[in-house]
């Protein structure tokens, strides 16, 4: 059976469509606006600034990465500024910070090990 799609959803496959967006980034904006209208339990156009902390709030505490979470926020900050014309709600959603890996840093003895292990030409 086929799902029936929302007339927000339409307008949102169009206004994506408009900007030229890839399937995959289609499908997880989709995705990520999915996940959200089930978390507020209804249209995900009528959410309000305390919807949308609730929800940031429910990311983290459930173990949200912070790239799944980012993700997930410029889902909605596509939805809310281009599609439903609301754009005062972007000053409501916060990105979480990457944190920095640090570079695998060789011992000498390891660098040694390198060299020797190298042919020489000479």
Not at 30 to 41: D, E, M, S, Y
Not at 63 to 84: D, E, H, K, Q
């Amino acid at each position: 059976m086929e799902e029936r799609i929302s007339p927000l959803r339409k307008r949102m496959i169009e206004d994506m469509n408009i900007r030229g967006m890839g399937d995959k980034a289609q499908k997880a904006h989709i995705r990520a606006v999915k996940n959200f209208a089930a978390f507020l339990g209804r249209s995900p156009d009528t959410a309000t600034p305390d919807d949308l902390r609730a929800y940031q709030l429910h990311m983290t505490e459930t173990g949200v990465t912070p790239s799944t979470f980012n993700a997930r926020i410029m889902a909605l900050r596509f939805l809310f500024g281009t599609t439903c014309k609301k754009a005062e709600m972007h000053e409501h959603m916060q990105f979480r910070r990457q944190p920095r890996r640090l570079p695998v840093v060789l011992g000498l003895e390891d660098i040694s090990e390198i060299l020797a292990a190298a042919p020489s030409y000479g």
